[in-house]
């Protein structure tokens, strides 16, 4: 059977998590729990792991072990369930975002263009809105909005033009028909990378991902123990920007702020100055890999 999910990049932030055998640890983003199967062999009998997902596919993947739990929720509750669950402070977290490889192809969930499937992308099916929703119901000036800044794609007017004109009369039902209605908006040569682009911006809208990172981000600093560690594995610009930012800067905007003294205001320390990224040995192994960037910060 092909994996569930090749975790990105697992000895490296296994190794900027510092783990200690009987810390407490969270793993944001459960998915095919290979992250969570590698922490849970570096952990003594009184080590402590618990894991968010939302995903309810991802139920399956538990591990059985007494010292692991799995928390069904996005991980932007983190603070409310850490709580709720006695296990504050923690020693680390860790979160691979963006999509799982089941995610990607499971055709009926519609995360991928390559199969035409229902508009969904959601990660939580019982969300109320899906990829339906706002191919369907936003209005021009919201999609160029998405397009533009979750998809940094160049021609988003021309892209949210071409989708409203194609709702009609009949909505745009399937992966498929949002394809062929934006084919005019495609340049040839990099068609693919195109619709990538385009799907990463709806699902990032459906599922409310920079949001739930930006609320990770904040709550980390109030979880985390002092001279814990935050390990964050980003796959697109914008969520690596963000997470650069935070950690240099002490907010996702990069604002610098200072004290009377003139310290920097920060929760954390970077580990490293720049992103590691995956070897070529990696990539080879695992294409999937290949745009994942790995930032990690120790609490101050």
């Known amino acids: 059977m092909e994996p569930y999910h090749i975790p990105a990049l697992l000895e490296e ?13 969270v793993d944001c983003t459960f998915g095919g729990g290979g992250h969570t199967r590698a922490i849970l062999e570096r952990l003594g009998p009184k080590g402590r792991l618990i894991a968010f997902d939302r995903d309810d596919d991802a139920v399956r993947n538990v591990p059985d072990d007494p010292r692991f739990e799995l928390v069904g929720h ?11 669950k006695n296990a ?19 055709a009926t969930r519609g995360f991928a263009h390559r199969f035409d499937a229902p508009l969904d992308m959601r990660m939580d099916r019982s969300a109320e809105i899906s990829a ?14 998405i397009f533009s800044r979750y998809g940094e794609i160049t021609n988003a007017r021309k892209l949210a ?45 459906v599922n409310g991902e920079l949001q739930a990172l930006e609320a990770l981000l904040e709550q980390s600093a109030e979880v985390l123990r002092p001279g ?49 990224v995956p070897t070529d040995t990696e990539v080879n192994a695992n294409r999937r890999a290949r745009s994942a960037r790995l930032r990690c910060g120790i609490k101050r």
């Open 13 to 25: 932030s296994l190794d900027a998590l510092a783990l200690r055998p009987d810390g407490i640890y």
């Open 74 to 84: 996005s991980f932007r509750f983190l603070y409310r369930f850490l709580r709720y």
């Open 88 to 106: 504050l402070p923690v020693d680390g977290i860790l979160a691979d975002l963006g999509i799982s490889s089941h995610q990607i192809d499971e």
């Open 132 to 145: 339906w929703d706002v191919v369907n119901r936003y209005d021009e000036a919201r999609l160029i909005h």
């Open 161 to 205: 033009a071409a989708v409203v004109r194609a709702r009609y009369p009949e909505p745009i039902g399937t992966t498929g028909e949002l394809c062929e209605a934006i084919s005019q908006c495609t340049p040839a040569q990099t068609r693919n990378k195109y619709f990538s682009q385009v799907f990463q911006a709806i699902r990032i809208e």
């Open 228 to 276: 814990g560690r935050l390990a964050i594995i980003s796959y697109h610009s914008l969520e690596d920007r963000m997470v650069k930012q935070f950690l240099a800067s002490g907010n996702t905007a990069g604002k610098q702020e200072r004290d009377l003294y003139g310290n920097l205001q920060r929760s954390f320390d970077p580990l490293q100055a720049k992103a590691i």
